[in-house]
C-alpha cells in the first residue's frame, strides 16, 4: 500500500540555518504530494503542494520538488527563522484515495536564536 | 471568521463518561474530516463525511460516532471514554474530496481522560 516515510525529529538547528527534512513515498500511479505544518496549539495548515513530477512547490521561503525518480519530496528553505519552529508533515494522496491522505510521522523542528 | 471551529478547546473527563466534540465550517466545503492525534504527534484519520454521507470509517471503536446534521457541522460523540481515548482531535474540511483539496483544520480538541 502507499506509504510515507519522514525523517525522524527533533531537528534542532540555528537561526539563518539552511533546513532539509526528508521525506520519501511509496505508491502506485501519479499521487500528489504535500507539505503540512503545524504550529505549537494549532492546527494543521497546507505548506505547500506538487501535483504532478518536476513540479516545485513553494510557500513563505520554503520549497520542495517531486521528484519522481527518487519518489522523494524534501522540504527546505535557505534560512531558517524562529518562527519556523513547529511540526511539519508529508502527505501523499491519489485520484483514487477516497478522499483519504495518506500522512507521514511529522518531524518537529526546533530552530534556536 | 474562524473558518473551522471546534467546541471544546479542552475537554478533561473521567474513565466510562460520555462526551462530545462539536465541529462547525463556515467554508462552504463539501467533506468534513476527524482526526486523532496521538502524544507523539501520529496522526489518524477517523471518519470522513461528504454531502452528510460517511465516506471513510477506519477502524476505529464503534464507542466513537460521528454525526453530520448538515454538510457544515461535522460532531464526535465518544461512549464509555478509555484512557487511551487521551489525544488531540483535529477537525477538517475541504472543498472537495480527492486530491488537490487542501485541508482547512481546526485548532483541535485536548481530550484528557483520567
Known amino acids: 500500500g502507499d506509504s510515507v516515510t519522514q525523517m525522524e525529529g527533533p531537528v534542532t538547528l540555528s537561526e539563518e540555518a539552511f533546513l532539509t527534512i526528508n521525506c520519501t513515498y511509496t505508491a502506485t500511479g501519479y499521487p500528489s504530494l504535500f507539505w503540512y505544518v503545524q504550529y505549537p496549539g494549532e492546527g494543521l495548515q497546507l505548506l505547500l503542494k506538487a501535483t504532478k513530477a518536476d513540479d516545485k512547490g513553494s510557500n513563505k521561503g520554503f520549497e520542495a520538488t517531486y521528484r519522481k525518480e527518487t519518489t522523494s519530496f524534501h522540504l527546505e528553505k535557505g534560512s531558517v527563522q524562529v518562527s519556523d519552529s513547529a511540526v511539519y508533515f508529508c502527505a501523499l494522496g491519489r485520484m483514487d484515495s477516497n478522499y483519504q491522505l495518506i500522512w507521514g510521522a511529522g518531524t518537529k523542528l526546533i530552530i534556536k536564536p | 471568521d474562524t473558518a473551522v471551529s471546534q467546541t471544546p478547546k479542552y475537554l478533561v473527563t473521567q474513565m466510562g463518561n460520555d462526551k462530545s466534540i462539536k465541529c462547525e465550517q463556515n467554508l462552504g466545503h463539501d467533506t468534513m474530516y476527524w482526526y486523532k492525534q496521538d502524544s507523539k504527534k501520529f496522526l489518524k484519520i477517523m471518519f470522513s463525511y461528504n454531502n452528510k454521507e460517511l465516506i471513510i470509517n477506519e477502524t476505529v471503536p464503534n464507542r466513537f460516532s460521528p454525526k453530520s446534521p448538515d454538510k457544515a457541522h461535522l460532531n464526535l460523540h465518544i461512549n464509555s471514554l478509555e484512557l487511551g481515548d487521551s489525544a488531540v482531535y483535529f477537525c477538517?474540511?475541504?472543498?472537495?474530496?480527492?486530491?488537490?483539496?487542501?485541508?482547512?483544520f481546526g485548532n483541535g480538541t485536548r481530550l484528557t481522560v483520567t
Open positions: 477538517a474540511s475541504s472543498r472537495r474530496g480527492g486530491v488537490g483539496s487542501p485541508l482547512h
